[in-house]
């Protein structure tokens, strides 16, 4: 398989997607935070000292998507036209799973964004509530489905 972010002397580049047809890409990725029985009842509950954690987890997680390009060197610049952020809460394991849901129709994916959303929104939640529990594990954070594009789809 050719790398497609080097050139032919081997330098970084951007990928020329300028020959590309636009078609409606979607991207869905997820990740998951582990906390206390404590942290995870407060956020729950609404009880964090620095108020509601899952919402404002969710604005961040939309921000992070939405300024990937920023974060990320190659990535380009996208026109989204839509990021949604969704939490699962599993109580018996104290486990919370964030699921972004990114859209656009473009020349180019949104696995990066969806990706860059859900970590964002876990790390919102980690800033939120450490004062309660700094042992909080992120992990699972992968691609769980993309359609679009010359690639077509792909589920985990």
Do not use: W
């Not at 959303?117 to 939640?125: K, S």
């Amino acid at each position: 398989m050719e790398f497609t972010h080097f050139d032919a002397e081997g330098n970084a580049v951007m990928v020329d997607v300028g020959g590309k047809k636009e078609t409606e890409r979607e991207a869905v990725a997820c990740g998951t935070i582990h906390m206390s029985r404590e942290c995870f009842e407060k956020v729950l509950e609404g009880q964090m000292s620095k108020g509601d954690v899952l919402g404002t987890a969710r604005i961040a997680g939309i921000m992070g998507a939405k300024k990937t390009s920023e974060l990320i060197p190659l990535c380009h610049l996208l026109q989204l036209t839509s990021v949604k952020i969704d939490f699962e809460k599993d109580a018996a394991k104290q486990e919370i799973t964030a699921v972004c849901r990114v859209k656009t129709t473009g020349k180019t994916g949104v696995e990066m964004e969806a990706l860059t959303g859900v970590q964002i929104a876990l790390l919102t939640i980690y800033d939120m509530c450490k004062a309660v529990d700094k042992r909080m594990e992120m992990y699972g954070i992968h691609l769980c489905t993309k359609t679009g594009g010359k690639s077509g789809e792909f589920v985990f």
